[in-house]
């Protein structure tokens, strides 16, 4: 836009109208980006986007224009008006987002962080497991063992249900009736042993 039209715009401006605040934002948006997007540390650029500290500029100077309240005497007024506001609106958002970049941490080190401190389990916990396992497919007749291998994944009895067309009520019942075929199992074992 070449300084005359400016110099129009302005008067239309100060006059309050809303069309002229409106070409006035378009006309000035892409630089206003561009002072945004200098003063952007890269560790901010996905918290937010140079448009939206323009538009909330431009939200707040549109009803301080359509209320009558802001006059400019010139266009470099104008410009110098809407770069200050724009810096300044940066920097609270920039207060805002600082705190939060500095403390998150990117999902890939979180989860590498948690694999690096699980633990495999020891020879001696897998031998246990195994011997549990063939204790459990022993006193469970072999219809039952599906649901069992289904329960060892960390199916819900709902889940398990469906998979093997029983109802959920029954699964729970099978499950319950193992549990204490395996309690009553390892009491006589005691009893024998002791």
């Known amino acids: 836009m070449n300084v005359d039209s400016l110099e129009a715009l302005l008067e239309k401006l100060n006059g309050g109208d809303s069309d002229a605040a409106e070409q006035a934002f378009l006309t000035y948006e892409p630089y206003l980006r561009k002072v945004v997007r200098r003063l952007l540390p890269a560790e901010l650029r996905a918290k937010f986007d140079s448009i939206d500290v323009v538009q909330s500029i431009y939200c707040d100077v549109f009803a301080a224009f359509r209320e009558g309240g802001m006059r400019f005497a010139t266009v470099s007024q104008l410009r110098a008006f809407l770069i200050k506001a724009t810096r ?17 941490r990117p999902m890939a080190q979180e989860r590498n962080k948690m694999l690096a401190s699980a633990r495999e389990p020891r020879p001696s916990e897998s031998a246990a497991a ?39 009520g029954s699964v729970r019942r099978v499950l319950r009736e193992l549990s ?10 005691e009893q024998t042993s002791g």
Do not use: K
């Open 180 to 189: 204490v075929r395996l309690a009553c199992a390892a009491g006589s074992t």
């Open 130 to 168: 195994r011997e549990l396992w063939e204790r459990l497919l022993e006193l469970c007749p072999p219809q039952h063992h599906q649901l069992l291998a289904l329960r060892r994944r960390g199916a819900s009895a709902s889940e398990i249900a469906r998979q093997v067309g029983m109802h959920e």
């Open 88 to 104: 300044n609106r940066f920097i609270d958002r920039l207060r805002q987002y600082r705190t939060a970049a500095r403390v998150e």
